[in-house]
């Protein structure tokens, strides 16, 4: 019989009310996970590299992204007969406003 070795208790950090939001913030932000951040910012060791698979939202809003350049395309397509030019104007204003927010909310400029 192999005997079993007891782990570790693990250390927790739980950070004051009024700073919980940044630290969570800065942690998704640095693409690591809380260990990993916690670690790089208490020893200054380099920050490992991020993780190569982008969090759900951001891969949602690449999708979202990907779709509205889709949709532009589609509509420039249509043949002239089938256009209705305010009509097509109107939308490829709200599909530049969609794209907009995306890159805002993918923290880059529009």
């Given at each position: 019989m192999?005997?079993?070795?007891?782990?570790?208790?693990?250390?927790?950090?739980?950070?004051?009310?009024?700073?919980?939001?940044?630290?969570?913030?800065?942690?998704?932000?640095?693409?690591?996970?809380?260990?990993?951040?916690?670690?790089?910012?208490?020893?200054?060791?380099?920050?490992?590299?991020?993780?190569?698979?982008?969090?759900?939202?951001?891969?949602?809003?690449?999708?979202?992204?990907?779709?509205?350049?889709?949709?532009?395309?589609?509509?420039?397509?249509?043949?002239?007969?089938?256009?209705?030019?305010?009509?097509?104007?109107?939308?490829?204003?709200t599909?530049?406003?969609?794209?907009?927010?995306?890159?805002?909310?993918?923290?880059?400029?529009?």
């Amino acid at each position: 019989m192999t005997e079993k070795t007891k782990r570790e208790a693990p250390v927790s950090y739980r950070p004051p009310e009024h700073l919980r939001e940044e630290f969570r913030a800065r942690v998704e932000k640095s693409g690591l996970s809380v260990s990993g951040f916690i670690t790089a910012s208490i020893f200054g060791s380099a920050v490992p590299r991020q993780s190569r698979r982008p969090p759900l939202e951001k891969q949602e809003l690449a999708r979202i992204l990907a779709e509205c350049i889709r949709l532009r395309g589609a509509l420039e397509a249509l043949p002239p007969e089938a256009r209705d030019p305010a009509l097509l104007e109107e939308a490829v204003r709200t599909l530049q406003e969609i794209r907009n927010a995306v890159m805002l909310a993918k923290g880059r400029s529009p």
